[in-house]
């Protein structure tokens, strides 16, 4: 799975250099990120160029903190290739004011020409980036509040419950949906939600499932465990 949504990415930076990538944390994504360092190091595929932007971050963690998502992204990924770090865009989930910090990263995207490839992961309770289940689809950049399944999942990178941040800013279903391509990486553990997205009913309570009106998204899925 990681090795065919990496063949995917290089493809895409093979045709365009300054690709810009949009890319997902959480330990699914790890093994696509462990392709790509080992595409960098031979020589296959080359990063001087290529800009990201990631999903999301947790509020209250400086990118200092091992727990924070930009910490995160330089030790699975940006420490391991020839990027350049100010070609690496992650929401500051410690700016002083929330509402300019969206705005300013929904502006940086502009900037950048869109993204061209979003890469996602999924929550067990259908959340793509920190989008959870709602009552309606949230379109952009913005402050979000994380439901108790989503602080019970992510409980095991602290060392209590009580550490997991309560509210993250993530990029909106419509700056993901914006995105010219989307791939989404999903093993065998999202299985119940990966089931629930085959029905094709498209609904907030299900955010991953507005996917199935992007009309250039692949899912890389793997629904055993080998
Ligand atoms: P996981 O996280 O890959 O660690 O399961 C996925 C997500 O919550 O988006």
């Given at each position: 799975?990681?090795?065919?949504?990496?063949?995917?990415?290089?493809?895409?930076?093979?045709?365009?250099?300054?690709?810009?990538?949009?890319?997902?944390?959480?330990?699914?994504?790890?093994?696509?990120?462990?392709?790509?360092?080992?595409?960098?190091?031979?020589?296959?595929?080359?990063?001087?160029?290529?800009?990201?932007?990631?999903?999301?971050?947790?509020?209250?963690?400086?990118?200092?903190?091992?727990?924070?998502?930009?910490?995160?992204?330089?030790?699975?990924?940006?420490?391991?290739?020839?990027?350049?770090?100010?070609?690496?865009?992650?929401?500051?989930?410690?700016?002083?004011s929330i509402e300019n910090e969206c705005e300013d990263y929904e502006k940086a995207i502009a900037k950048a020409?869109?993204?061209?490839?979003?890469?996602?992961?999924?929550?067990?309770?259908?959340?793509?980036?920190?989008?959870?289940?709602?009552?309606?689809?949230?379109?952009?950049?913005?402050?979000?509040?994380?439901?108790?399944?989503?602080?019970?999942?992510?409980?095991?990178?602290?060392?209590?419950?009580?550490?997991?941040?309560?509210?993250?800013?993530?990029?909106?279903?419509?700056?993901?949906?914006?995105?010219?391509?989307?791939?989404?990486?999903?093993?065998?553990?999202?299985?119940?939600?990966?089931?629930?997205?085959?029905?094709?009913?498209?609904?907030?309570?299900?955010?991953?499932?507005?996917?199935?009106?992007?009309?250039?998204?692949?899912?890389?899925?793997?629904?055993?465990?080998?």
């Amino acid at each position: 799975m990681s090795k065919r949504a990496a063949n995917l990415v290089a493809d895409r930076m093979s045709k365009k250099p300054s690709l810009v990538l949009g890319l997902a944390t959480g330990s699914t994504p790890v093994g696509l990120y462990e392709n790509l360092i080992a595409l960098n190091k031979v020589g296959k595929i080359d990063f001087k160029q290529v800009r990201t932007f990631n999903l999301d971050e947790y509020c209250g963690l400086k990118k200092s903190d091992p727990q924070s998502y930009r910490y995160f992204m330089n030790e699975k990924l940006f420490n391991h290739i020839n990027i350049d770090m100010d070609n690496t865009h992650l929401l500051s989930g410690v700016a002083k004011s929330i509402e300019n910090e969206c705005e300013d990263y929904e502006k940086a995207i502009a900037k950048a020409g869109g993204i061209d490839l979003q890469v996602l992961g999924i929550g067990s309770n259908g959340h793509i980036g920190f989008n959870e289940p709602d009552d309606v689809f949230h379109n952009r950049t913005r402050q979000v509040l994380l439901t108790p399944s989503t602080i019970r999942a992510n409980k095991r990178f602290f060392e209590k419950e009580e550490d997991v941040p309560k509210t993250a800013l993530s990029m909106g279903i419509g700056t993901i949906m914006s995105a010219r391509e989307i791939i989404l990486v999903a093993g065998a553990d999202k299985r119940e939600v990966m089931e629930k997205l085959k029905e094709e009913v498209v609904s907030p309570q299900v955010p991953a499932s507005i996917l199935h009106y992007h009309p250039n998204c692949t899912i890389f899925y793997v629904d055993e465990t080998i």
